[in-house]
């Protein structure tokens, strides 16, 4: 039952990663610790793992139909790696159950952030006209990719659920191409959430392939029904998800343990 459950959610993960460019990641610590039984400690890296993998198959369809902006995941990406060796420099000074409850209050974050209108979109780093312009855009991204960065050590996650509202309202990118410039920094930021997670933490490889294979799965899947898939109504689904798996952490880590 196990391993069912925990292969049903990597495949999840991956349709959620190649339909919205994020968001599935967020659910990858909590099925490693509740559906697979693994320790935080262990889960993190694995998620990483598995994150990273589907990211970069998910980015595939994008680099052909050149809907990636490199420029931009570059700066996102400079700004988040060291923030990601910070963030898990912090989660090792924390008690399992206070990361636990860290991680739901940021899943109430994403999921909210999901629910709210999205009509309004920033111009600071739109691409319509002559180009970006860096003396607007740079000033919002860096922090955004400081946040992002953080974020992915210290919990584990891609970002993708921080780094597509970033880029969508706050910078102004096109949504078909911050899904692809997403895809691409939460797959530098899980290579370096990884790096920093390594040392003294064994990884179950038998459980990390079976998660990454369904998600990957997945994320070819999703690729084939991007253009079908009404992904304003599957984020609103998948908003409420996250506040169901981030009550259950909630009522597991205050009252159960």
């Known amino acids: 039952m196990i391993w069912v459950t925990t292969l049903g959610l990597g495949a999840v993960i991956g349709v959620l990663l190649g ?23 262990q889960a993190i890296p694995i998620s990483l793992i598995v994150v990273g993998v589907a990211s970069a198959v998910g980015a ?3 680099l052909r139909a050149r809907q990636i902006e490199w420029r931009l995941a570059a700066v996102f990406t400079a700004a988040g790696i ?7 420099a912090v989660g090792r000074l924390i008690l399992e159950s206070a990361l636990l409850i860290g991680f739901a209050v940021v899943m109430v974050a994403a999921g909210t952030r999901m ?15 002559p ?37 969508v309202l706050m910078l102004g990118i096109e949504m078909s191409v911050a899904v692809g410039t997403s895809l691409v920094i939460i797959v530098a930021n899980s290579a370096a959430g990884l790096l920093s997670h390594l040392s003294g933490t064994s990884i179950d490889w038998a ?15 999703a690729g084939h029904l991007g253009t079908r898939a009404d992904t304003d109504r599957l984020q609103r689904w998948f908003a409420y998800l996250v506040f169901a798996v981030a009550a259950y952490i909630l009522v597991d880590t205050v009252f159960l343990r």
């Open 115 to 129: 629910l709210i209108d999205r009509g309004d979109t920033g111009t600071a780093c739109s691409t319509e006209g």
């Open 82 to 88: 060291p923030a990601t060796f910070a963030g898990s």
């Open 60 to 62: 595939l369809p994008k």
């Open 207 to 221: 459980i990390t392939a079976a998660f990454a294979g369904t998600a990957i799965a997945g994320s070819l899947i």
């Open 19 to 41: 339909l919205l460019g994020g968001g599935g990641s967020i659910l990858a610590v909590p099925a490693l610790v509740y559906g697979a039984g693994l320790g935080i400690e």
């Open 131 to 167: 180009g970006i312009n860096w003396r607007r855009c740079a000033p919002r991204a860096i922090p955004a990719g400081l946040a992002v960065g953080f974020l992915t050590g210290l919990f584990g996650v891609g970002g993708g659920f921080l780094i597509i509202p970033a880029l």
